[in-house]
């Protein structure tokens, strides 16, 4: 699927919406280890960013994003519109991302 037709706007530039095929979802759940949780303790001393949990938190995104993709792709969908991010702790180092829209084909 082509990038450029996937937007957090409800219409994709200059290509008009002839079909929703519906609400598409990508959900990935990630924990942290005890090295991550020991070295961004550490982290923490010296302020700042803490790099190793933006690392992990950008592999979460990137991972539900793909897989929204590869729903939406199944579907046969040109693009996706109003794509959304939404986060919850599960349980105390356990979140799950959850990376959605509306998977339509394009004219």
């Known amino acids: 699927m082509d990038h450029a037709n996937i937007s957090t706007s409800f ?3 200059g290509r008009k919406v002839s079909q ?3 609400v598409v ?3 990935i ?3 942290r280890s ?3 949780t020991w070295a961004a303790g550490l982290q923490t001393i010296f302020g700042g960013n803490i790099s190793i949990y933006s690392q992990l938190c950008e592999q979460a995104r990137s991972d539900a994003y793909q897989l929204m993709i ?3 792709e199944q579907l ?3 693009g996706i519109i109003g794509v959304r991010y939404d ?3 599960v349980m105390a180092g356990v979140t799950e991302v959850l990376c959605y829209g509306t998977a339509v084909k394009l004219e």
Request: charged content about 15%.
């Open 76 to 78: 046969g969908a040109h």
């Open 34 to 36: 005890i090295v991550g």
């Open 20 to 22: 929703n095929l519906g």
């Open 87 to 89: 986060a919850t702790e």
């Open 70 to 72: 590869t729903h939406a």
């Open 29 to 31: 759940v990630r924990s």
């Open 11 to 13: 219409d994709i530039a």
């Open 25 to 27: 979802r990508g959900i």
